[in-house]
């Protein structure tokens, strides 16, 4: 088999995509409802051993609050606000 860089993105891509949706149908059958930011936060993670180890979250967890919390932690930082095209106060002329 080949092992060309982009089937082995499509490849890593797609056990992210079946771990997720897992760990979701997980969390229903335990709670009975999850909410969507639940999911969207889980679609965020990029790295699979982040997945991994919220999959083992997901089943020890005493509650959905909990597991969220855990999640909140994976989460990767928000990026750095920019400051491009932001005006600078002008000096005042004298």
Do not use: D, N
């Not at 790295?47 to 989460?75: D, I, M, N, P, W």
């Amino acid at each position: 088999m080949i092992e060309s860089p982009l089937i082995q993105e499509i490849v890593e891509e797609s056990r992210k995509a079946e771990r997720t949706k897992a760990i979701v149908a997980f969390l229903k059958a335990r709670f009975a409802a999850v909410p969507p930011s639940v999911a969207a936060g889980l679609e965020q993670i990029k790295e699979f051993e982040k997945l991994e180890r919220l999959t083992g979250k997901a089943a020890t967890c005493l509650s959905l609050q909990a597991f969220e919390e855990c999640l909140h932690q994976e989460l990767p930082p928000p990026p750095p606000t920019s400051t491009r095209g932001k005006r600078r106060a002008r000096k005042p002329s004298t």
